[in-house]
């Protein structure tokens, strides 16, 4: 079992900042992939961006050059630098790691964009 503690997150005005981070269960082997996805209110939860196999990183076309996906500072745990930030990228962000195959999810936190 991973579980995953997200924090960050919050409200911010369209052109702003705003920084998410995760951390797995310590002591957690064999994680080979962090990602955050989110969802927005009557949208399917989608994917943002993904760091996996010696750091490799792919983002979604909508993030591509606002967004930053990175390995924490502590193993297992992964950040998501937002720039720019626009009213369509309003939506709980979830953390999900990959282990053995099998995804997991963290509990979301909320991002607001406004205009």
């Known amino acids: 079992q991973v579980q995953l503690a997200e924090s960050g997150g919050g409200s911010v005005e369209a052109g702003g900042s705003l920084k998410l981070s995760c951390a797995a269960s310590?002591?957690?082997?064999?994680?080979?992939?962090m990602a955050w996805y989110r969802q927005a209110p009557g949208k399917q939860r989608e994917l943002v961006a993904r760091i996996f196999e010696e750091l490799q990183t792919a983002y979604a076309p909508s993030v591509q050059g606002r967004f930053t996906i990175s390995e924490g500072a502590a193993k297992n745990a992964v950040d998501l630098e937002m720039d720019n930030l626009k009213p369509e990228d309003t939506g709980v962000y979830y953390c999900?790691?990959?282990?053995?195959?099998?995804?997991?999810w963290g509990q979301g936190t909320q991002v607001t964009v406004s205009s």
């Open positions: 999900n790691a990959i282990r053995g195959g099998v995804p997991f």
């Open positions: 310590t002591r957690i082997l064999g994680i080979s992939e």
